[in-house]
């Protein structure tokens, strides 16, 4: 891995920030859009401290519940492309708010789209569904996909070298773009506080 740059939550666009909050939810692919107030409106500024603070307070939740997860998202990312032989993980997440906290694991495996659902106490996989075919995508997704297929490392090994890096565990992971080119983006739980790194996997060399 190369390029490795990790930041705090703080350190963060907004943007960076809602991403983050909406990832923790649900999965980070689903994040919605927000409004964004005129510059000339008078509580604008009293408006983004309150999204912040339900941000920060969203997030403390979050990485309470996952705490008590007996289940690291390694584990969960193996368990999930078990599934589907040759499945490679496009992100994963912990959800901790609708019931039983799982993580969340999309993978893709012979143009095919999947979810997983993986019990973070006990590793059982309550949910292995077809999402869509990956020509339905996006065109930035369909291009992250299509460039993972062009490294070795996988987003398991990105998330290794981001816990070693930052001695926490990760709660969420994926893939993103930098400068035109594919990174693993990997949200690691160190101490009380959230850290994103990004690191980005060198091409498969030609032979």
């Known amino acids: 891995m190369v390029n490795q740059r990790a930041r705090s939550t703080r350190a963060m666009s907004k943007t960076t920030r809602q991403l983050l909050v909406i990832g923790l939810l649900t999965l980070l692919a689903s994040a919605p859009s927000f409004a964004v107030a005129a510059p000339s409106a008078p509580d604008s500024s009293s408006g983004q ?22 289940v690291s998202l390694n584990r969960a990312i193996e368990i999930a492309e078990r599934a589907h032989a040759g499945a490679r993980t496009s992100d994963v997440s912990f959800d901790g708010g609708s019931g039983a906290p799982v993580f969340r694991v999309r993978t893709f495996h012979d143009g095919q789209l999947w979810e997983h659902a ?21 065109a930035e997704d369909r291009t992250n ?33 930098e400068r035109g080119k594919l990174n693993f983006v990997v949200i690691i739980v160190s101490g009380l506080d959230l850290k994103q790194v990004l690191l980005e996997p060198p091409r498969r060399k030609s032979r």
């Open 49 to 70: 401290e309150q999204a912040t603070e339900s941000d920060d307070l969203a997030i403390a939740h979050q990485i309470e519940i996952f705490r008590t997860a007996q």
């Open 118 to 138: 993986i019990n973070a106490a006990t590793g059982e996989m309550s949910t292995d569904r077809f999402v869509s075919s990956l020509k339905e995508l996006n």
């Open 145 to 177: 996909i299509a460039s993972l297929s062009g490294v070795d490392q996988q987003l398991s090994d990105a998330v290794r070298v981001a816990e070693r890096a930052t001695s926490g565990k990760a709660i969420s992971g994926g893939l993103t773009r």
